[in-house]
């Protein structure tokens, strides 16, 4: 069974960077589409970037230029680089996984995920 388990999280200052890691079990992990999602104290769950396989990605409006996301696919492994935090970033964020599509398509939506990691907790102070 494909597990994945997220790393990296913690306490930044504001400004400062942190990179989390999520690292998958499974042989085909070079065929899935991988994002990370966020989810804070009393809202929803929202997508915050996404990898498709062939390296193909997307961004949510409010990371654009502060966050990038990476994918290793020998070390089966996706990142996220996050630069320039804010506190409005804190949350726990969450690594998914497309692992049925055939598509090269960046997913947004976290009903087009099937498996997902533990999360892990970011905390940015002001």
């Known amino acids: 069974q494909v597990q994945l388990v997220e790393s990296g999280g913690g306490l930044v200052q504001a400004g400062g960077s942190l990179r989390l890691s999520c690292a998958a079990s499974?042989?085909?992990?070079?065929?899935?589409?991988m994002g990370w999602f966020r989810q804070a104290p009393g809202q929803e769950r929202e997508f915050v970037a996404g990898?498709?396989?062939?390296?193909?990605?997307y961004y949510t409006d409010s990371v654009k230029g502060r966050f990038t996301i990476s994918r290793d696919n020998v070390a089966k492994s996706v990142y996220l680089h996050m630069n320039s935090a804010k506190p409005e970033d804190t949350a726990v964020y969450y690594c998914?996984?497309?692992?049925?599509?055939?598509?090269?398509?960046?997913?947004?939506?976290?009903?087009?995920?099937?498996?997902w990691g533990q999360g892990t907790q970011v905390t940015v102070s002001s």
């Open positions: 499974g042989r085909t992990f070079s065929s899935y589409g």
């Open positions: 990898i498709s396989w062939s390296g193909g990605t």
């Open positions: 998914g996984a497309n692992s049925r599509s055939r598509y090269s398509v960046v997913y947004v939506s976290r009903d087009e995920y099937d498996l």
